[in-house]
């Protein structure tokens, strides 16, 4: 398999996300954001498990925690503490901060190259990510301003752990691994903040089945390959991709209209994500040869690609 298929193909996840705005706001029930996340995770999480039969040995009961806390479990109470705080263009603002702290922490623990090109894709990915989604009248919060930046921390970590850590199984088990985890993380949160669940109607039900089937079941599988056969600080750019689509599904299903400015920074953060794929062999800030205890492992199944 080619890297421009792979990227493709691992960009169908932040695009399969960038639907869960629009689906939140249109069929869920209000007031439940990590019930969403719990059912999102939780339901999909056990499928993929259970498709693969393959459950964690050794160390990995544990790596599978801290990846399924810091990639599905505290990235989603994070991210929807900094929603219900902020307005949301100042919080996929702050989400859009995570490739340049991929960037440094993919440099620090897995040895890629801190290049200034890389960099001044994260900076063009924020600006455009900010000219998209702000609005002038947007209102900040300390708290929510915090959960945030520490969202796009954990969600930082989580893809550079996976990347030095690398995938002792296949896929779908190791994507089921971390959903389950996340989902279990998530579950005496919601219990302890949200209570219990509301009677669902149709389109609620319709919604969390779309989360959790091409939302986790279908995306993360995809995602976490992605992240293992790719350069992980490339990969953290596709994730800009979510808020472009749900600037597009405003468009085309809730009638609204982008300004110029907005337009421009669609193009900025597709051009951010577009330059970041490319191989940067110039411009480097330093170079890091992995070390031994750097090695990452790989699962038979990816070598043959």
């Given at each position: 398999?080619?890297?421009?298929?792979?990227?493709?193909?691992?960009?169908?996840?932040?695009?399969?996300?960038?639907?869960t705005?629009?689906?939140?706001?249109?069929?869920?029930?209000?007031?439940?954001?990590?019930?969403?996340?719990?059912?999102?995770?939780?339901?999909?999480?056990?499928?993929?498990?259970?498709?693969?039969?393959h459950?964690p040995?050794?160390?990995?009961?544990?790596?599978?925690?801290?990846?399924?806390?810091?990639?599905?479990?505290?990235?989603?109470?994070?991210?929807?503490?900094?929603?219900?705080?902020?307005?949301?263009?100042?919080?996929?603002?702050?989400?859009?901060?995570?490739?340049?702290?991929?960037?440094?922490?993919?440099?620090?623990?897995?040895?890629?190259?801190?290049?200034?090109?890389?960099?001044?894709?994260?900076?063009?990915?924020?600006v455009?990510?900010?000219?998209?989604?702000?609005?002038?009248?947007?209102?900040?919060?300390?708290?929510?301003?915090?959960?945030?930046?520490?969202?796009?921390?954990?969600?930082?970590?989580?893809?550079?752990?996976?990347?030095?850590?690398?995938?002792?199984?296949?896929?779908?088990?190791?994507?089921?691994?971390?959903?389950?985890?996340?989902?279990?993380?998530?579950?005496?949160?919601?219990?302890?903040?949200?209570?219990?669940?509301?009677?669902?109607?149709?389109?609620?039900?319709?919604?969390?089945?779309?989360?959790?089937?091409?939302?986790?079941?279908?995306?993360?599988?995809?995602?976490?390959?992605?992240?293992g056969?790719?350069?992980?600080?490339?990969?953290a750019?596709?994730?800009?991709?979510?808020p472009?689509?749900?600037?597009?599904?405003?468009?085309?299903?809730?009638?609204?209209?982008?300004?110029?400015?907005?337009?421009?920074?669609?193009?900025?953060?597709?051009?951010?994500?577009?330059?970041?794929?490319?191989?940067?062999h110039?411009?480097?800030?330093?170079?890091?040869?992995?070390?031994?205890?750097?090695?990452?492992?790989?699962?038979?199944?990816?070598?043959?690609?």
């Amino acid at each position: 398999m080619s890297p421009v298929t792979r990227t493709l193909l691992t960009a169908s996840a932040p695009v399969a996300w960038g639907t869960t705005y629009w689906v939140t706001a249109e069929l869920l029930p209000p007031g439940h954001p990590l019930w969403a996340g719990l059912l999102r995770a939780l339901p999909a999480g056990l499928l993929l498990v259970a498709l693969s039969g393959h459950l964690p040995r050794g160390d990995w009961w544990w790596r599978a925690a801290v990846l399924g806390t810091l990639n599905i479990g505290a990235f989603f109470a994070l991210l929807f503490a900094a929603a219900y705080r902020l307005p949301g263009g100042v919080a996929a603002t702050l989400g859009a901060v995570s490739p340049l702290l991929v960037a440094l922490l993919a440099h620090l623990l897995v040895g890629e190259r801190l290049t200034l090109h890389r960099l001044i894709c994260g900076v063009i990915g924020v600006v455009g990510v900010g000219l998209m989604v702000l609005r002038a009248s947007a209102a900040l919060d300390a708290v929510g301003v915090a959960a945030g930046l520490a969202g796009a921390a954990s969600m930082a970590t989580g893809s550079v752990l996976t990347k030095r850590w690398g995938n002792p199984t296949t896929p779908l088990a190791f994507a089921g691994w971390q959903l389950t985890a996340g989902g279990l993380f998530l579950l005496p949160l919601a219990l302890a903040v949200e209570g219990t669940l509301p009677t669902l109607d149709a389109g609620a039900v319709a919604g969390y089945l779309w989360l959790a089937l091409p939302g986790a079941a279908l995306a993360y599988p995809l995602w976490f390959r992605g992240i293992g056969t790719l350069p992980v600080g490339a990969v953290a750019f596709l994730a800009l991709l979510s808020p472009a689509v749900a600037a597009l599904i405003g468009v085309g299903l809730a009638g609204e209209h982008l300004t110029g400015p907005q337009w421009a920074g669609f193009a900025l953060a597709l051009g951010a994500v577009a330059a970041a794929q490319v191989p940067p062999h110039r411009w480097p800030m330093g170079s890091a040869t992995p070390s031994p205890g750097h090695t990452v492992r790989m699962h038979p199944a990816q070598k043959e690609n």
